[in-house]
């Protein structure tokens, strides 16, 4: 008798720790952790897993403990379907973080919208956010942004007449379709279209091509991989005096090493993520950027990357709107992450309005030009 | 000449010169085993990626590029030990498959071995480019460019030598001719097929350090290399020797005209619908001796 009373205390007090305890945040995402877009997802994945632990350490959100659910899509469409189905009927995410690739995103978007779910995309293309999708954001840059701050950067330098040289790859062809369209409205001239192959050794045949236009004025060169680092060799070799500019596709130490002395003086738009040191103290963003790449590298010891950035920001974005809604209710969140003003984040301030679910400007981009083999801020800021 | 053609020129033969490396060793498998050899590509990768390894491991420029050679040249010879000739039974089909198979393992090895980083090597002799031409107008060339065109010379010569002049090599010429009647004087097929793979990925290899300097090492730059090498071999006359040569450089100079002065975004589809209108119009290339089907 008195052991059943024991026990019937002591489960009656396990319980009540059980009910004491609140349900968890639940955090969906789906990304490309392996296949042809694992060196985006793999740095998603991890800066997710890193600061959900963090927050959970710091005490968590609403008083609650966080819960990521993550599956890796492969950058495969079908699968992140399939995977996002899960997430909202078994999981029961409350919010959804993800979409590594364009592609796995625009797969996501009808499922989230139907579910009513606040969705976060980290993929770079326009069509993600234009036109505007109630439960839709995302937190990278666009392309189009980043032709924007070339021509701007153009402009200023008296160059008005420009020639485009891009790859076959899916990022050069959208880079190179957004900066035709946006030229005329940003004052400058496209007077030469080149491209070249994936895997072409030699662009010196293209690139004589563009010398031989009269009154080319400046180059850039919308391309990502080893395309852009042969380019700019060639350019060289051909001495070709107009400034040659690269796109935020080759923002990283890589390029540098690759193209080697021939990329003293090129310019490129990149997040200020990529020169979080350099960034004076004065920069809005020089705390947050520095702190993220600290810790990010003293955990995984490799480099830090804009795209794990992006995932920073999409789960602080929508954490930040849990505590300004004070719940977890699907539609206040999604509300909240509308209203999201002066978020600063590794990607760049964020002011989200109905009208713009991205809520980045030109300030986003930091333009860089290499002198001595590193990046060398030239941002006069817009 | 304008300046522009002359660099389009330029650009074709550099180019061409590699095509030219890449189709010998298709020609030479071919002759051997008549069988058209799909990792021939991955041989130029591997050549690339290991000289741009050793140099970043700290070894000097000549020996990492006598290493890789060595290198391709052994993996080579362990592709026919260990996967050509245990099925040399087998139809020629079948053996081409195998290439193909030993093609994507080589390149997931390299991924996984080598990682998929990119790799510079440095040039063989400075980057600052030679102006040809004269004035300020003119076209320039890097120093590269000349280890290029000048080795696939003497690749070249080293390869006619080895084959009218010497016993191996004239053994190896026979068997191409007639495998029986080789066989029947005392030839081995089994050393000619062995000798044959060795050699064509030495220089697959070699093609892969000399162009790397120019357009850097990736663990995926096969496909694309032994793609361009298998259509100048076809556009010469697979199995000629002068005809993989002059395909090569062809092709090479095909692609630069096409994309200095017609569209660049077609660079690719030029070189493949002159290799259609060879096929169909000049089946046996450039060189083809017509391969009469005896009954």
Not at chain 1, 355 to 378: C, I, K, N, P, Y
Not at chain 2, 119 to 138: C, E
Request: proline share 4%.
């Amino acid at each position: 008798m008195a052991f059943r009373s024991l026990w019937a205390i002591a489960a009656l007090v396990f319980a009540c720790a059980a009910a004491a305890q609140p349900e968890p945040i639940r955090i969906g995402a789906f990304l490309s952790v392996t296949g042809p877009a694992a060196f985006l997802g793999d740095p998603e994945q991890k800066t997710l897993e890193l600061y959900v632990e963090k927050v959970n350490a710091a005490g968590g959100v609403l008083g609650r403990k966080l819960q990521l659910y993550a599956y890796d899509s492969a950058g495969d469409a079908e699968k992140a379907r399939a995977y996002v189905k899960r997430l909202i009927d078994q999981d029961k995410v409350d919010a959804l973080v993800g979409g590594s690739t364009t592609g796995e995103t625009m797969a996501a978007v009808p499922l989230a919208e139907a579910a009513g779910l606040p969705f976060i995309s980290l993929a770079g293309a326009v069509v993600i956010v234009e036109p505007v999708k109630k439960w839709v954001f995302k937190t990278p840059h666009t392309d189009r942004m980043a032709c924007e701050k070339i021509f701007t950067d153009m402009k200023r330098r008296g160059a008005t007449r420009v020639a485009l040289i891009s790859g076959a790859g899916g990022f050069d062809r959208s880079m190179r379709a957004e900066c035709l369209k946006v030229a005329g409205s940003a004052g400058v001239q496209i007077v030469a279209d080149e491209s070249y192959g994936a895997g072409d050794s030699d662009m010196t045949a293209q690139l004589a091509k563009i010398k031989a236009t009269p009154g080319v004025q400046a180059v850039l060169n919308a391309g990502f991989g080893q395309g852009p680092a042969i380019v700019t060799r060639n350019y060289r070799q051909l001495a070709i005096g107009a400034p040659l500019y690269q796109s935020h596709g080759v923002a990283s130490k890589q390029f540098v090493k690759l193209a080697g002395d021939s990329a003293e003086g090129v310019r490129l738009p990149a997040a200020a993520l990529l020169v979080a040191d350099t960034l004076p103290d004065a920069d809005a963003q020089k705390k947050v950027v520095a702190s993220y790449k600290r810790e990010y590298e003293a955990r995984f010891k490799q480099e830090v990357s804009t795209f794990g950035g992006h995932a920073y920001d999409g789960l602080m974005i929508v954490l930040d709107a849990m505590r300004r809604a004070g719940t977890t209710d699907k539609a206040r969140v999604r509300d909240a992450i509308e209203a999201t003003r002066g978020y600063v984040g590794t990607g760049g301030v964020v002011n989200m309005s109905a009208q713009d679910h991205m809520g980045l400007d030109l300030t986003a981009f930091r333009m860089l030009e290499v002198r001595g083999g590193d990046w060398q801020l030239v941002d006069f800021r817009n | 000449m304008s300046a522009q053609l002359l660099q389009s020129l330029l650009s074709g033969l550099t180019v061409g010169a590699i095509y030219a490396l890449v189709a010998l060793g298709f020609a030479i498998i071919y002759n051997a085993s008549r069988v058209i050899n799909f990792a021939q590509g991955e041989f130029v990768m591997i050549g690339g990626m290991a000289a741009a390894v050793f140099v970043d491991a700290g070894l000097p420029l000549p020996l990492s590029v006598v290493a890789a050679v060595g290198l391709g040249m052994a993996v080579g010879l362990l592709l026919e030990k260990l996967a050509v000739e245990p099925a040399r039974g087998a139809p020629v089909v079948t053996l081409i498959i195998i290439t193909i198979g030993a093609s994507i393992l080589l390149r997931g090895l390299a991924a996984l071995v080598w990682g998929k980083k990119i790799r510079p090597l440095p040039a063989f002799s400075g980057d600052a480019p030679i102006v040809i031409g004269g004035t300020a107008g003119g076209a320039t060339l890097l120093p590269q460019t000349l280890w290029v065109l000048g080795t696939t010379l003497a690749a070249v010569a080293a390869l006619w030598w080895f084959f009218n002049r010497t016993l191996s090599g004239k053994a190896m010429l026979a068997v191409s001719h007639n495998r029986l009647a080789a066989q029947l004087v005392g030839i081995s097929v089994r050393r000619v097929l062995l000798v044959s793979f060795g050699l064509s990925a030495a220089l697959g290899a070699l093609a892969g350090v000399l162009i790397a300097p120019i357009s850097f090492a990736a663990w995926d730059v096969g496909v694309m290399l032994g793609l361009k090498g298998f259509a100048a071999a076809m556009l010469g006359g697979i199995g000629s020797g002068p005809g993989a040569v002059a395909g090569g450089l062809a092709l090479g100079l095909i692609e630069a005209l096409g994309a200095g002065y017609l569209s660049s975004a077609y660079k690719d589809v030029f070189a493949f619908v002159v290799l259609l209108a060879a096929l169909v119009f000049l089946p046996n290339g450039f060189a083809g001796r017509g391969a009469a089907e005896r009954v």
